[in-house]
T-cell receptor, first 107, second 114 residues
Framework: LAKTTQPISMDSYEGQEVNITCSHN???????ITWYQQFPSQGPRFIIQ???TKVTNEVASLFIPADRKSSTLSLPRVSLSDTAVYYC????????FGTGTRLQVFP | NAGVTQTPKFRILKIGQSMTLQCTQD?????MYWYRQDPGMGLKLIYY???????DKGEVPNGYNVSRSTTEDFPLRLELAAPSQTSVYFCASSIGLAGTYEQYFGPGTRLTVT
């Protein structure tokens, strides 16, 4: 069963750019890559989704190389409120969220 | 739109008791899902539904049952509660299959079985 792999945790300071990479070696040809954010005691919230190359919205960018075996979520100029757990999700994994990446932003 | 609502917010059950976790969405989404999240872990899919009358198992279905009689509601039934079912339960919905379409999550139900 394919599984995504992410770093367990990352630390950053306010104002910095944060890049979180997810490995998905067995991604299917037509799978999208979706990223969610989860705050304590809340359900996950959709951040961004992409299929190839680069996608950007008002909160993040998603970079996907040509082989699609990984993807990188980029959060520009993080603030304290970006402290959360971030999950990448691909359909090939049968909607398994994995343990995600715990991002801690310091002042 | 209220989005996805779940009741109750908290519940304590004794071992062997049964209960139903309620989930309702008002977005006319075809797909609905139940996940559980243990402390410090990711979400695990219990059951999902692609429309009224159609349900299927996820990664961890044992000990649970679901039904989908309407588009809006997707209740999760726990029979013979066990301590291993202590978890936070999230319901979600999407207009199309998750992974291709955005999932909208409810606020969760925190369940303790003692």
């Amino acid at each position: 069963l394919a599984k995504t792999t992410q770093p367990i945790s990352m630390d950053s300071y306010e104002g910095q750019e944060v890049n979180i990479t997810c490995s998905h070696n067995n991604i299917a040809t037509n799978d999208y890559i979706t990223w969610y954010q989860q705050f304590p005691s809340q359900g996950p919230r959709f951040i961004i989704q992409g299929y190839k190359t680069k996608v950007t919205n008002e909160v993040a960018s998603l970079f996907i190389p040509a082989d699609r075996k990984s993807s990188t979520l980029s959060l520009p100029r993080v603030s304290l409120s970006d402290t959360a757990v971030y999950y990448c999700l691909v359909l090939t994994d049968k909607l398994i969220f994995g343990t995600g990446t715990r991002l801690q932003v310091f002042p | 739109n209220a989005g996805v609502t779940q009741t109750p917010k908290f519940r304590i059950l004794k071992i062997g008791q049964s209960m139903t976790l309620q989930c309702t969405q008002d977005m006319n989404h075809n797909y609905m899902y139940w996940y559980r999240q243990d402390p410090g872990m990711g979400l695990k899919l219990i059951y999902y539904s692609v429309g009224a009358g159609i349900t299927d198992k996820g990664e961890v279905p044992n000990g649970y049952n679901v039904s989908r009689s309407t588009t809006e509601d997707f209740p999760l039934r726990l029979e013979l509660a066990a301590p291993s079912q202590t978890s936070v339960y999230f319901c979600a919905s999407s207009i199309g299959l998750a992974g291709t379409y955005e999932q909208y999550f409810g606020p969760g139900t925190r369940l303790t079985v003692t």
